[in-house]
């Protein structure tokens, strides 16, 4: 009896692409920009759980994409992970990963736990070995306490008190660095958050817009979208823009008459059936 | 599995045009413990008896209504290890319609997923079909729903319905009691009073497991000690 269907194809990541696209770029391609979410992201440890925080800027280049993008993403009740690097791999990594904790916690009857979440994307991260470019910062409150976790495209973690990631990072942490202590109160957590995201809102070319936070404790989490709106729209006139005839200079003019194409003729025959 | 020597269907026709293996499969889930489901006006309640082989089993332990999604449950009649592998697959199928539409799955759309999986093994290789009917209840955007899916995979949409080993006498003691605009706490102590009818031995909280849904959209199973409140109040 012999081989009625080819062989399932084999698992894994193909790098065939990979090499193609290196040999392309060293020929002279320009690579289209993808959208990066430029980004300051940051989360902290405070003494009933984690706060994390991010920017609302998505870039394109030099181009704002999106002026209010949501960088927090949802993985379970109790654990959110913000995300830099490319928009789509952040979105669709934590969208998988939520999915899968979500199967798992029918699986078990039990919430899920932040290590869960980190082992599910470090490992999926690895095996992309740095292809899918997603650099995170996970938090959450389970039953083992509150945890902050980085996670780099590569697939390596940090666990943390307190993290930065993303282009504005440097400026977030600078904050961090000189303000941070062990047991600070919710209004501290949120306020210091607040403080080094507006610091890359600032001083980063790739974060921008508002505030957003996200406050994890036990059994209760707070997403505090657009937290601060320090950068409001103060241009718009009420009053509307008038534009008088005339206004506008013309350089020249060209009129095209359309002929008509087709010639409508009256009677005939009937059409065959 | 397309490949091996066996890949050919272990359920085939009869001269009378009936699948045999089904017809067995159906046997076996009318020798199953008795569950039920009632379908009120604003809400959802199934229910089974949970008979445990013996005294010594922790009944904390087992859990015969299951969640597929935080909207839609899941009861069975039959066969327990069965059932658990569907709802494992309609679990995984739930997540990759979200996934993909970013919409919960609509009850309608999950229970053509599972009977589907149901029909596939009536035909494929070297399987036999499943040993139990579900009864699917759960309440969406188009109201309250209750189905029940039979190991050929054939699914209907019900009001009200039973199965296992009492079924004849239930559906006649539904029949009777259903009425269109039950509320959910009546339907309740129908689907109690249902089961009394033909349990052996003395009903509690912890023989019989039941699970509701109401207009809030949570899916959640009764603690033993709710079961015993609502007991009472029938009485």
Redesign the interface.
Known sequence: MGRMTELPTKGGFSFDLCTRNDMLLKNGLQMPPFRKTGTTIVGLVFQDGVVLGADTRATEGPIVADKNCEKIHFMAPNIYCCGAGTAADTEAVTDMVSSQLQLHRYATGRESRVVTALTLLKSHLFSYQGHVSAALVLGGFDVTGPHLHTVYPHGSTDTLPFATMGSGSLAAMSVFESKYREGLTREEGIELVAEAICAGIFNDLGSGSNVDVCVITEGKTEYLRNYQLPNPRTYISSKGYTFVKGQTEVLSTKITSIQPKVEAVEGGDAMEE | M??S?Y?FSLTTFSPSGKLVQIEHALQAVGSGQTSLGIKAANGVVVATEKKLPSILVDETSVQKI???TPNIGVVYSGMGPDSRVLV?KS??QA??Y??LYKEPIPITQLVRETAAVMQEFTQSGGVRPFGVSLLIAGYDDNGPQLYQVDPSGSYFSWKASAMGKNVSNAKTFLEKRYTEDMELEDAIHTAILTLKEGFEGQISGKNIEIGIIGADRKFRVLSSSEIDDYLAEVE
């Open positions: 397309g490949d020597q890949s299951q969640l597929m494992r679990r995984k997540q990759q979200f996934r």
